[in-house]
C-alpha cells in the first residue's frame, strides 16, 4: 500500500514537473517568435532621445516596445563610428540614429499605395496590434526646412494580405528626389552617391532593387537616364504619378544612406567599395568609347584644359578672356565649358572625360570634375576668400578620392571683388572666419552670392605652369 502511494505521489510530482517544461518551452518558443518578427533595440538610455530623434519630421512611433526594432543614438557629426550592416531578422527594422540620414528595412511581403504614401507589411501574427512609423527618405535630416518638403512615407504591419495589383519579383529601393534636386552638385551629393552607398550596402551580392522614387520628375528622368540604369534596369516607380499597389515579394529598403558631403567610406560598406568605385559606374554611364581610364590626345598634341565658366553676379572669373589667354601662352589647348540646366551630361562627359585639366571657381559646376580621367587628369579649384572649408568638404576631398591630382588657388585679399565693396581694412577680409561665426547666412550672402574674382595672371600661371608639366607627363606615359 505504501508503494503504491510512493508511486502516486511520485507520478504527480512527474506530472507536474512535466507541464512546466512544456509551458516553459512553449512561453520561450512564443517570446523568440514575437522577437524575431519584430523588435526593438533602443540604444538610447532615455524616452527624451526619441523625443529628440524624431522630433524634426513629426514621425510617429507607437508605444509598444517590442514590435519595433529602432536604433537610436547621439552619433558624431560625421559619423565615423558607424558599423557596417548587418543582416537582422526583424520585420521593421529602422535606423533613426544618424545625423544625416533614416534609414528602414521591411523583411517581409511589403504592399505599396501610392495613393496614401502607405507601405504594408504583412505580419501574419499582428491580430491586434499595429505598428505604425513615419520616415522621410531623403538625406539631410538634420534641416527642418528641407525635410517638410519631403514626402512622408508611413510604415504599417498588417494581418490582412492587401489587394495587389503589380507584383513585382525584385525588392523595392524607395527615396526621394525632392529638396534641392536641380542643383548638379545635390543631385549627386544627395542623390546618387548615396544611392550607390545604399544599393552596396543593402544588396552586396550585386542584386538590383526596383526604385520607387517621390519628386521623380520627367526632367530628372530624362537628364539622367544613363546613370539610373546603372543602378536599376527595371522601371522606376513614381511615388506621386501612379495610383496602383505594388508588392514586393522580400525586402524593403525606405530610406538614403550617406557618409557625408561627396564621401563614400569604404570601411562601411560590405565589399569596401570607393569613391573611385562610383567614379568607374558614372564612366559606365557616359563613356561610349570604353577608354574613360586612358590618357588621350588632342590634335593639336598639346594637353586640353577645360575652364568651367560661371555667369552671373558671384564667383564669376572677371578677367577670364586673360586667364584663358594665359593658359594658351603656358600651352594648353583650351576648352570654355559653359554648363545650364539643359546641358547633356554624355556631351559634358566626352569633353571632360576627353581634358587633361579642369578650372574652376568653387561652385556646382565642379561637379563635373566627376568626368575627370582617375590617376591621368588635374583639378584646379579657385577659392574665393571664406570658403576654404566648402572647397576642401564639396571638391578637394573626392577629388583625391578619385585619384585625379588636385591643387587649390586660393585668392588673396587684392582679387576679390569684395576689396572694392568692403575695403582691404573690413573684418570681411581680415577674419572671414569671424563674420561668419557658424552662421550659415553669413557665408552665403557675403562669400558665395555676393564674390567675384580677378586673378593675379602672375600668381595664377605657376599654378598652370605645373598642371602643364604633370599633363604633359601624363600624356607621355602612352
Same mark, same amino acid.
Given at each position: 500500500?505504501?508503494?503504491?502511494?510512493?508511486?502516486?505521489?511520485?507520478?504527480?510530482?512527474?506530472?507536474?514537473?512535466?507541464?512546466?517544461?512544456?509551458?516553459?518551452?512553449?512561453?520561450?518558443?512564443?517570446?523568440?517568435?514575437?522577437?524575431?518578427?519584430?523588435?526593438?533595440?533602443?540604444?538610447?538610455? +532615455? =524616452? +527624451?532621445?526619441?523625443?529628440?530623434?524624431?522630433?524634426?519630421?513629426?514621425?510617429?512611433?507607437?508605444?509598444?516596445?517590442?514590435?519595433?526594432?529602432?536604433?537610436?543614438?547621439?552619433?558624431?557629426?560625421?559619423?565615423?563610428?558607424?558599423?557596417?550592416?548587418?543582416?537582422?531578422?526583424?520585420?521593421?527594422?529602422?535606423?533613426?540614429?544618424?545625423?544625416?540620414?533614416?534609414?528602414?528595412?521591411?523583411?517581409?511581403?511589403?504592399?505599396?499605395?501610392?495613393?496614401?504614401?502607405?507601405?504594408?507589411?504583412?505580419?501574419?501574427?499582428?491580430?491586434?496590434?499595429?505598428?505604425?512609423?513615419?520616415?522621410?527618405?531623403?538625406?539631410?535630416?538634420?534641416?527642418?526646412?528641407?525635410?517638410?518638403?519631403?514626402?512622408?512615407?508611413?510604415?504599417?504591419?498588417?494581418?490582412?494580405?492587401?489587394?495587389?495589383?503589380?507584383?513585382?519579383?525584385?525588392?523595392?529601393?524607395?527615396?526621394? =528626389?525632392?529638396?534641392?534636386?536641380?542643383?548638379?552638385?545635390?543631385?549627386?551629393?544627395?542623390?546618387?552617391?548615396?544611392?550607390?552607398?545604399?544599393?552596396?550596402?543593402?544588396? %552586396?551580392?550585386? /542584386?538590383?532593387?526596383?526604385?520607387?522614387?517621390?519628386?521623380?520628375?520627367?526632367?530628372?528622368?530624362?537628364?539622367?537616364?544613363?546613370?539610373?540604369?546603372?543602378? +536599376?534596369?527595371?522601371?522606376?516607380?513614381?511615388?506621386?504619378?501612379?495610383?496602383?499597389?505594388?508588392?514586393?515579394?522580400?525586402?524593403?529598403?525606405?530610406?538614403?544612406?550617406?557618409?557625408?558631403?561627396?564621401?563614400?567610406?569604404?570601411?562601411?560598406?560590405?565589399?569596401?567599395?570607393?569613391?573611385?568605385?562610383?567614379?568607374?559606374?558614372?564612366? +559606365? /554611364?557616359?563613356?561610349?568609347?570604353?577608354?574613360?581610364?586612358?590618357?588621350?590626345?588632342?590634335?593639336?598634341?598639346? %594637353?586640353?584644359?577645360?575652364?568651367?565658366?560661371?555667369?552671373?553676379?558671384?564667383?564669376?572669373?572677371?578677367?577670364?578672356?586673360?586667364?584663358?589667354?594665359?593658359?594658351?601662352?603656358?600651352?594648353?589647348?583650351?576648352?570654355?565649358?559653359? %554648363?545650364?540646366?539643359?546641358?547633356?551630361?554624355?556631351?559634358?562627359?566626352?569633353?571632360?572625360?576627353?581634358?587633361?585639366?579642369?578650372?574652376?571657381?568653387?561652385?556646382?559646376?565642379?561637379?563635373?570634375?566627376?568626368?575627370?580621367?582617375?590617376?591621368?587628369?588635374?583639378?584646379?579649384?579657385?577659392?574665393?576668400?571664406?570658403?576654404?572649408?566648402? /572647397?576642401?568638404?564639396?571638391?578637394?576631398?573626392? =577629388?583625391?578620392?578619385?585619384?585625379?591630382?588636385?591643387?587649390?588657388?586660393?585668392?588673396?585679399?587684392?582679387?576679390?571683388?569684395?576689396?572694392? *565693396?568692403?575695403?582691404?581694412?573690413?573684418?570681411?577680409?581680415?577674419?572671414?572666419?569671424?563674420?561668419?561665426?557658424?552662421?550659415?547666412?553669413?557665408? *552665403?550672402?557675403?562669400?558665395?552670392?555676393?564674390?567675384?574674382?580677378?586673378?593675379?595672371?602672375?600668381?595664377?600661371?605657376?599654378?598652370?605652369?605645373?598642371?602643364?608639366?604633370?599633363?604633359?607627363?601624363?600624356?607621355?606615359?602612352?
Amino acid at each position: 500500500m505504501m508503494k503504491m502511494k510512493q508511486k502516486r505521489g511520485s507520478s504527480t510530482v512527474m506530472n507536474w514537473i512535466t507541464a512546466f517544461v512544456v509551458f516553459f518551452i512553449f512561453f520561450l518558443i512564443h517570446h523568440i517568435s514575437i522577437n524575431t518578427k519584430i523588435s526593438i533595440n533602443n540604444s538610447s538610455s +532615455s =524616452a +527624451s532621445t526619441l523625443t529628440m530623434s524624431t522630433k524634426n519630421y513629426q514621425g510617429i512611433i507607437t508605444s509598444q516596445p517590442i514590435y519595433l526594432k529602432i536604433i537610436q543614438k547621439q552619433p558624431t557629426y560625421e559619423e565615423h563610428n558607424q558599423s557596417k550592416p548587418k543582416p537582422n531578422q526583424f520585420i521593421i527594422n529602422c535606423d533613426t540614429s544618424h545625423h544625416r540620414y533614416d534609414l528602414c528595412a521591411l523583411n517581409s511581403t511589403t504592399t505599396l499605395d501610392p495613393t496614401n504614401s502607405t507601405i504594408y507589411v504583412w505580419d501574419p501574427q499582428t491580430s491586434s496590434l499595429t505598428i505604425l512609423h513615419k520616415i522621410r527618405p531623403y538625406p539631410r535630416k538634420w534641416e527642418n526646412f528641407t525635410m517638410a518638403r519631403i514626402k512622408e512615407l508611413t510604415i504599417v504591419t498588417t494581418s490582412t494580405q492587401i489587394g495587389c495589383q503589380i507584383q513585382h519579383q525584385a525588392p523595392a529601393l524607395v527615396f526621394s =528626389a525632392g529638396g534641392y534636386t536641380g542643383n548638379l552638385f545635390h543631385d549627386f551629393n544627395d542623390g546618387f552617391i548615396p544611392l550607390f552607398v545604399t544599393i552596396r550596402s543593402a544588396f %552586396p551580392s550585386g /542584386a538590383f532593387p526596383i526604385l520607387v522614387v517621390s519628386k521623380c520628375q520627367e526632367w530628372w528622368l530624362r537628364k539622367y537616364a544613363e546613370l539610373l540604369r546603372q543602378f +536599376s534596369p527595371y522601371p522606376i516607380i513614381s511615388l506621386d504619378n501612379d495610383s496602383r499597389t505594388h508588392c514586393f515579394p522580400s525586402t524593403t529598403t525606405i530610406g538614403l544612406i550617406s557618409h557625408g558631403y561627396m564621401t563614400i567610406n569604404p570601411t562601411l560598406l560590405p565589399n569596401s567599395d570607393s569613391f573611385l568605385d562610383f567614379r568607374m559606374l558614372v564612366g +559606365s /554611364a557616359y563613356d561610349s568609347t570604353k577608354t574613360s581610364h586612358q590618357a588621350s590626345s588632342t590634335s593639336s598634341g598639346r %594637353p586640353r584644359l577645360v575652364l568651367a565658366s560661371r555667369k552671373g553676379g558671384s564667383r564669376v572669373i572677371l578677367n577670364q578672356a586673360e586667364v584663358v589667354l594665359l593658359a594658351k601662352e603656358v600651352g594648353f589647348e583650351v576648352s570654355l565649358f559653359e %554648363p545650364s540646366e539643359h546641358t547633356s551630361l554624355k556631351q559634358a562627359y566626352k569633353l571632360i572625360n576627353s581634358s587633361h585639366v579642369m578650372v574652376g571657381v568653387h561652385g556646382a559646376a565642379l561637379t563635373h570634375s566627376l568626368f575627370l580621367r582617375p590617376n591621368k587628369s588635374i583639378l584646379i579649384q579657385v577659392v574665393p576668400i571664406g570658403i576654404d572649408w566648402l /572647397a576642401e568638404t564639396c571638391f578637394g576631398k573626392s =577629388a583625391r578620392d578619385m585619384g585625379l591630382e588636385y591643387m587649390e588657388y586660393k585668392i588673396i585679399a587684392n582679387e576679390s571683388s569684395l576689396m572694392d *565693396k568692403y575695403g582691404e581694412d573690413h573684418l570681411v577680409l581680415k577674419d572671414p572666419k569671424a563674420v561668419m561665426k557658424d552662421n550659415w547666412s553669413n557665408t *552665403k550672402d557675403i562669400y558665395l552670392n555676393d564674390q567675384s574674382v580677378r586673378v593675379d595672371l602672375v600668381r595664377f600661371r605657376r599654378y598652370l605652369k605645373s598642371a602643364y608639366n604633370k599633363a604633359k607627363g601624363f600624356m607621355d606615359e602612352l
